[in-house]
């Protein structure tokens, strides 16, 4: 699979990420077809959070690759933390208590990436900054990055964090593109000119942050995927023309969708279905025309001035 940077490290990672969130369901049979597929795609970075399945997530996951350390030399590991029962917590107690469960799990003595996953409103970001020194320098964490920030955020924790932000994880696809109609219906006065991040992405394309998009198939937060949905029938019959004249799915069509955005975006898909995993594998692959881009963004509700 093709490669990015991610952020402004040296890092090469696969631009299609494998999100975890729903392994904790899959027996161990399942658990071990799905990831022996993403390996064989080339999907080698898989995203986790301490709390997928309650921890069970990376539980399975780390039982299914059967992690060991020749395995964990072939894959890139990433995983959040800072969500708790009923709160959020950027403490440094917390964030390293968190790290040590997480490399528990994972069955490894390292995080290739570690997000912080949703803002705190009690951060402290000297807290946060010597919480990542630690991790660096105990050699546990080799990347730093957020999830779901927006730019006065992550201008507040750069003002102690040594460490490059290398990912901001947000929610982005074509049944949630908020985040880029609003960078083109400037200064209306219509819902679409409504700006709820701070114009994160552009921030995120000055500063080299990758954005990873996470749930690119979901409606809404969570009210079902839009692909194949009678819900959604313009944007469906244009994911479908579309689709057929590059001789790929609907699925791969919508992932490829995020993929022609210039912002060279790791979207972060969450099937674990193993036909859908190599659809969206072939996403990477589709050179999407700027006129094609338009149609599907404009089939799925979101206008132009
Ligand atoms: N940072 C954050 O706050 C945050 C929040 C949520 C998620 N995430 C990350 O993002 C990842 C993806 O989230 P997600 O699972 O909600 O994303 P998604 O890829 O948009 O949705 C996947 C879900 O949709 C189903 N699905 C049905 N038809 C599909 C189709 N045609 N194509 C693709 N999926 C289809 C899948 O079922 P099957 O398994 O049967 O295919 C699966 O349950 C998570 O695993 C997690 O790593 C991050």
């Not at 399945?53 to 072939?74: C, L």
């Amino acid at each position: 699979m093709r490669t990015i940077k991610l952020g402004t490290s040296d890092l090469d990672v696969p631009v299609v990420a494998v999100g975890c969130m729903r392994m904790h369901a899959l027996d161990k049979g399942d658990a071990q077809r799905f990831v022996a597929a993403a390996l064989e795609e080339g999907m080698t970075f898989f995203d986790h959070a301490d709390i997928y399945g309650a921890g069970r997530s990376e539980e399975v996951f780390a039982e299914a690759i059967g992690m060991d350390s020749r395995v964990r030399e072939q894959v890139i590991l990433q995983s959040k933390c800072g969500i708790r029962e009923g709160r959020y917590d950027f403490s440094k107690d917390h964030i390293l208590a968190s790290v040590d469960g997480i490399l528990e799990r994972l069955r490894t003595d390292y995080l290739d990436v570690l997000l912080l996953h949703r803002p705190d409103a009690l951060v402290e970001p000297e807290e946060v900054a010597a919480a990542f020194d630690e991790l660096e320098r105990q050699g546990k964490v080799r990347h730093f990055g957020v999830s779901n920030h927006h730019p006065g955020q992550i201008e507040l924790l750069k003002k102690h964090v040594r460490q490059p932000l290398v990912a901001n994880q947000l929610q982005l696809g074509l049944g949630h593109a908020s985040m880029i109609a609003s960078g083109i219906n400037v200064n209306m006065r219509s819902d679409d000119g409504s700006d709820r991040d701070g114009y994160v992405l552009d921030y995120c394309r000055l500063h080299d942050i990758t954005v990873q998009p996470w749930s690119p198939f979901q409606a809404g937060f969570f009210e079902g995927v839009f692909v194949g949905n009678d819900a959604f029938p313009e944007l469906n019959a244009a994911l479908d023309e579309v689709a057929a004249d590059h001789g790929v799915s609907s699925t791969t069509l919508a992932l490829a969708w995020l993929l022609r955005h210039p912002a060279t975006m790791q979207p972060v898909i969450g099937t674990m279905n193993v036909g859908r995993l190599r659809q969206c594998a072939r996403a990477a692959e589709v050179e999407m025309s700027r006129e094609a881009w338009y149609r599907l963004y404009r089939a799925a509700g979101y206008g132009l001035p």
